[in-house]
């Protein structure tokens, strides 16, 4: 059984987001594997990011394309402030450790990583929303800051070796998940429009791998 709050007797769950809006339907598993994100809920990009949305919903399901070089375009761009709920339709346990691992297109370069963060948001039941604490000066947190692991395509389950951003349930005093919620946040982190403009603006979401079996 999982220790949820990292086994402190005197930690509490943090509270639901409020008025965050329900996951709107069902997920099948269809032909995509397990371990990976099964489905797409709701896509809510903001304009003028396009970017893979032409490929939706296959381009964000299944396992993580990583680069050889630079960051994946095996995604679709959110623009600043866009949202995308994904579904697993067995769910995502809690287990020890990392239990979910969000793969974007963060690349590094001389002065260090490139990065367009978004903060996560889960739930089980679909209505009930808990968000993982993402502090947008130090990027502790957010999804979106590091980069995928050329070798994530042989392992792209294991948190230690794969890269991206892994999350841990115990955060959120969650059981399991079966939806993840991304909110794009790369205005606030910038502090201005700078990366807002253009086709790929935004976070861009290339996949999410569970690490456990449900």
Request: one cysteine or more; hydrophobic letters at 40%.
């Amino acid at each position: 059984m999982a220790c949820m709050l990292g086994c402190d007797p005197d930690a509490t769950a943090p509270d639901p987001v409020p008025g965050e809006p329900p996951a709107t339907g069902e997920c099948e598993r269809g032909e995509h594997p397990v371990g990976f994100a099964a489905c797409v809920d709701a896509f809510e990009p903001a304009a003028p990011a396009s970017f893979g949305h032409d490929a939706m919903p296959d381009v964000v399901l299944g396992a993580p394309r990583p680069a050889t070089a630079g960051g994946s375009t095996d995604v679709a761009s959110l623009g600043c402030g866009g949202v995308v709920t994904l579904g697993f339709p067995d769910g995502v346990p809690n287990g020890p450790g990392a239990d979910f691992i969000v793969f974007e297109n963060a690349f590094d370069f001389a002065d260090g990583t490139f990065v367009e963060p978004a903060e996560l948001r889960v739930s089980d039941d679909g209505a009930t929303w808990f968000a993982f604490p993402c502090d947008l000066d130090t990027l502790d947190g957010c999804a979106g800051v590091t980069p995928t692991d050329p070798g994530a395509a042989a392992m792209p389950r294991n948190a230690e070796t794969a890269g991206g951003d892994a999350f841990d349930l115990d955060e959120v005093g969650l059981a399991r998940t079966r939806w993840v919620r991304m909110v794009d946040r790369t205005r606030e982190h910038y502090g201005d429009d700078m990366w807002c403009a253009g086709a790929g603006a935004g976070f861009d979401l290339d996949a999410i791998a569970q690490v456990y079996d449900p």
